[in-house]
């Protein structure tokens, strides 16, 4: 089975201000609908990377913690 997830990212110049996963239907009227309430803005739908997701949290801490 395929996953049928997308990614829906409204965008005001290079900063995303809503970032929304859903199913391919729930998107598709997500992004119509942030399309008429943006409609200066441009509005991305495409799929899911998977291979971002599935990545494996890293054992070993990347930084130290501040006092």
Known sequence: MAIRERRVRVWFGEHVVADYVA???????YAE???????GLQVTNE????SLM???VPSE???ELVP
């Open 23 to 29: 199913d391919w239907d729930r998107a598709a009227l």
């Open 33 to 39: 609908a942030m399309s008429r309430r943006f409609a």
């Open 47 to 50: 799929p899911v990377d998977s």
């Open 54 to 56: 599935s990545r494996p």
């Open 61 to 63: 801490r990347l930084w």
